[in-house]
């Protein structure tokens, strides 16, 4: 039982992560490949938030969800006039750098040692220490953030970004501020991205940079390629699926060392083979150009 309640955990935090990202690059068009940064900018200020400042867990969630979301403006205002491969690069430089800078900077983060001791968080007295109550509270949690998006994406400023998406000249003509639009909509998505974090390390009760590289990023952007995007329903399907695949190989009996290649095997063959035969996803609405 315990097993199934650390599936739905994990499935919770993620979709938040894929549906967050899904904001950025099915509804807006940017391929961004530093998502795991701001996963990871949102768990470091929400646990040096609490360990430190002795805070609760909602004021460090929602410091850490600020923190992200400020910390945005500094890959996304410099790169408003980078498009395409240009843009990806400059995400992956930001990747590159937080990372980094979680590695390096022991006096702050532990660097390689990690923070252990996280505490579970705690609401009202309330504390959540065993997995069914942490299950309730990120499936609530990844409720609120499903509204909340689909809210986003449905209301005039969701669809300003899909005309961005769709033609960025045509909503240029249009009168629509097109630098700023970016900028919101990444800001959102790494303020969402910051909440997975926070929930991420009040679950773990430890955090590490290896937790937050560039392999997470595409992790991440490798659940709404499968999925699909431009909705809600093709992240949540990719999020089920690579979540439930590499514990479907658990019980293949297959050594550890191996399992965790081929689980990178696999992945690489499902982008392919989505790529070639079904570039929208399974349930997406955006074309992959």
Known sequence: MNYILHILIMMSIYLILAL????????TGLLSMCHAAFYGIGAYISTL???????GFVPALALAVIGAMLLSLTISVPSLRLKGDYFV?????FQIIVFTILYNWIGLTRGPYGIPGIPRPAILGLEFGSLG????????????????????????FGRVL??????????AALGKDIPRFKVVAFAIGAGFAAVSGSLFAGYMGYIDPTSFTLMESVFILSIIIIGGTGNIV????GTVL?????????????PDAIAAN????????????????????????????
């Open 89 to 93: 690069l400059a995400a992956l430089g």
């Open 262 to 289: 081929v689980r990178q095997i696999i992945y690489g063959l499902l982008i392919i083979l989505i790529m070639r035969f079904r570039p929208r996803g399974l349930l997406g609405e955006y074309k992959f150009q």
């Open 234 to 237: 093709g992240p949540l399907i």
């Open 20 to 27: 967050s990202l899904n904001l950025i690059v099915g509804f």
């Open 162 to 171: 899909k005309a961005i998406r769709e033609d960025e000249m045509a909503a």
């Open 133 to 156: 109550l942490f299950l309730l509270l990120s499936a609530v949690i990844a409720a609120i953030c499903i509204g909340l998006l689909h809210l986003i994406g449905n209301s005039p």
């Open 49 to 55: 938030l609490i360990m430190n400042a002795h805070i």
């Open 242 to 254: 690579m979540i439930l695949l590499p514990e479907i190989l658990r019980f293949v009996r297959m």
